[in-house]
């Protein structure tokens, strides 16, 4: 099922759980059986968060981080609705106010349109992870990003969504707030969850190396203009613990992250021929 998704106040939902009643939004009516919960897990509560860091970000990054993370703040997931990052935040374009920053494309940071909107998605999609809801479409950068360990980034492009569903006895509450330094996505809900994140790398992936002929340099003469970067292979695993204790541990993901190439620029300058002394 997709998102019926509808913007409500933390405090009517939590109403609602505390009375059993119904609430009719938007001509949406939420029956009381969504509503049933026992008695361990009774408060609708900040069942899940997590946070990363931009403040090293340009302004154009900071404004498209925060413009995404507007987008989805108080967003209500009813059970078995569908989250799609693409249908909540739209097409990134200026048209609809992102602005040009570093984005990922065919394996090197280049300017784009809405720069930085994939922090957004890995921000929340980590989140999801930790409130127990049910991923249904995520991907890999097809390089490694600072913001977050491997195996837990989420890209998103026009071909490429972060999907989950709420599988949970009762709505959540999508709340995302950045402040210029942290991104932060919250889930409001039902339940006590106590999951952790573990990312392992498996190995590593050579770079190339690829020679560019540069006449404005001496023959024979070499420079590095790209030093390179290995590549990786990482898993994502969740631990579910249960009084503290590991109950069981679950592989989300595994990834390759393709190396950047080493580029040395080779010359090819020749230099004017001079008469010889006399």
């Not at 967003?75 to 570093?102: C, H, M, Q, W």
Request: aromatic content about 10%.
């Amino acid at each position: 099922m997709r998102m019926k998704a509808k913007r409500i106040t933390c405090a009517a939902v939590c109403f609602a759980l505390a009375f059993c009643a119904t609430i009719i939004i938007g001509g949406l009516s939420m029956p009381d059986k969504v509503f049933a919960i026992d008695e361990e897990n009774e408060a609708y509560r900040l069942i899940a968060h997590f946070s990363t860091y931009y403040g090293d970000s340009k302004q154009n990054r900071k404004d498209n981080v925060a413009l995404a993370a507007r987008k989805i703040d108080g967003l209500v997931l009813y059970p078995e609705d569908e989250f799609s990052f693409n249908d909540v935040v739209g097409k990134r374009t200026i048209e609809n106010g992102f602005k040009t920053a570093y984005v990922i494309q065919d394996g090197d940071f280049v300017e784009g349109v809405g720069g930085g909107v994939c922090q957004v998605s890995s921000t929340l999609y980590n989140c999801a992870l930790l409130a127990n809801l049910a991923i249904t479409c995520v991907r890999a950068h097809s390089l490694p990003v600072s913001y977050v360990a491997p195996s837990f980034d989420a890209m998103v492009s026009s071909s490429s969504d972060l999907r989950f569903v709420n599988t949970l006895c009762a709505p959540v509450t999508l709340r995302m707030s950045a402040n210029g330094k942290y991104l932060r996505a919250e889930i409001y809900g039902v339940g006590k969850f106590d999951i952790k994140r573990r990312s392992m790398t498996l190995g590593s992936i050579p770079f190339e190396v690829e020679y560019r002929d540069d006449d404005t340099l001496e023959q024979g003469k070499e420079v590095i203009d790209i030093y390179g970067k290995e590549g990786l292979k990482s898993q994502g695993w969740l631990d579910y613990y249960q009084n503290g204790k590991l109950a069981k541990s679950v592989l989300v993901r595994s990834d390759n992250y393709a190396p950047q190439k080493r580029i040395i620029l080779k010359g090819t300058k020749t230099s004017p021929l001079t008469d010889a002394p006399q």
